[in-house]
T-cell receptor
Framework: GAVVSQHPSRVICKSGTSVKIECRSL??????MFWYRQFPKQSLMLMAT?????????EQGVEKDKFLINHASLTLSTLTVTSAHPEDSSFYIC?????????FGPGTRLTVT | DAKTTQPNSMESNEEEPVHLPCNHS???????IHWYRQLPSQGPEYVIH???SNVNNRMASLAIAEDRKSSTLILHRATLRDAAVYYC??????????????FGTGTRLTIIP
């Protein structure tokens, strides 16, 4: 149990375009989901906390107008990177709150050319 | 933020026990101690968590110091598949009910065949 999926696993886009990443909890309902970003050889950094039916809470330094988060149902949260630039290239990982911990998705590798 | 300190790297021989230490001297009374591990290009995988008492599960054991300022993850018999970056994290819940996992740099565990 407690499986979280992400789609797509890899995406390449051109600078200036937008990219949407989906995060789904497959076998449990998650009122809270989290979005992290990880640059090469670095640790995970929390970007935002997403609560179903309400606005996301962003960490300091994360632009909420650039990283749009929607948590429309108890099993789905989406992260849209708007007007992507090469410096947005990173590994994006979501997690879903379940029980007394968080369960992580497999990650999405975003490359902006 | 809830800070933890871990050695950057450790090595262990295959089929031997591994003790991964973690210091968390600023832990508060309600913080849970969580351990995750991450393989390259994958999302973190839950390993174990605890509050005060030592914990065992099929993957590992968690030994928590009496003052809770440190803990040790124990892999009883390391295999090559245990090679990963291990993160010791304090799960902190705010007064508003918001939770946060703060990832440190983790310990890169290398298993020697």
């Amino acid at each position: 149990g407690a499986v979280v999926s992400q789609h797509p696993s890899r995406v390449i886009c051109k600078s200036g375009t937008s990219v949407k990443i989906e995060c789904r909890s497959l076998d449990f309902q998650a009122t809270t989901m989290f979005w992290y970003r990880q640059f090469p050889k670095q640790s995970l950094m929390l970007m935002a906390t997403s609560n179903e039916g309400s606005k996301a809470t962003y960490e300091q330094g994360v632009e909420k107008d650039k990283f749009l988060i929607n948590h429309a149902s108890l099993t789905l949260s989406t992260l849209t990177v708007t007007s992507a630039h090469p410096e947005d290239s990173s590994f994006y990982i979501c997690s879903a709150r379940g029980g007394t911990g968080q369960y992580f998705g497999p990650g999405t590798r975003l490359t902006v050319t | 933020d809830a800070k933890t300190t871990q050695p950057n790297s450790m090595e262990s021989n295959e089929e031997e026990p591994v003790h991964l230490p973690c210091n968390h001297s600023t832990i508060s009374g309600t913080d849970y101690i969580h351990w995750y591990r991450q393989l390259p290009s994958q999302g973190p995988e839950y390993v174990i968590h605890g509050l005060t008492s030592n914990v065992n599960n099929r993957m590992a054991s968690l030994a928590i110091a009496e003052d809770r300022k440190s803990s040790t993850l124990i892999l009883h018999r390391a295999t090559l598949r245990d090679a990963a970056v291990y993160y010791c994290i304090l799960r902190r819940v705010s007064n508003f009910g918001n939770e946060k996992l703060t990832f440190g740099t983790g310990t890169r565990l290398t298993i020697i065949p």
